[in-house]
């Protein structure tokens, strides 16, 4: 299972808010075959089997923005890739709660 978390700031916007941006690009992949996400207040979380689907993802996040009129678009990614076993993005919280005390 592969889980990254992306983060999309767009660039020389006329306003400091990026959320009509951000909610444009995660509309852009809503309906992306074989990929999970869930948004945080600093990022978007994307789950999928395959990289290459994270990737296209990610991409097409960027493109989004850009296509808004954006001509500078800052991405930063970060991969967490296991093979020892199949935890989602839940599963994941769940076992840090247990150590909280």
Not at 8 to 15: D, E, H, N, S
């Amino acid at each position: 299972m592969i889980q990254a978390e992306i983060s999309v700031y767009p660039i020389a916007t006329r306003t400091t808010s990026a959320s009509f941006y951000i909610a444009k690009a995660i509309e852009s992949i809503q309906n992306t075959e074989n990929l999970r996400y869930e948004i945080n207040s600093m990022g978007t979380v994307l789950e999928s089997d395959s990289i290459d689907v994270i990737y296209k993802a990610s991409k097409t996040m960027m493109e989004t923005v850009h296509n808004l009129g954006i001509d500078r678009v800052e991405v930063i990614i970060k991969i967490d890739s296991r093979r020892d076993k199949h935890v989602k993005m839940e599963e994941k919280i769940e076992s840090i709660k247990k150590h909280l005390s």
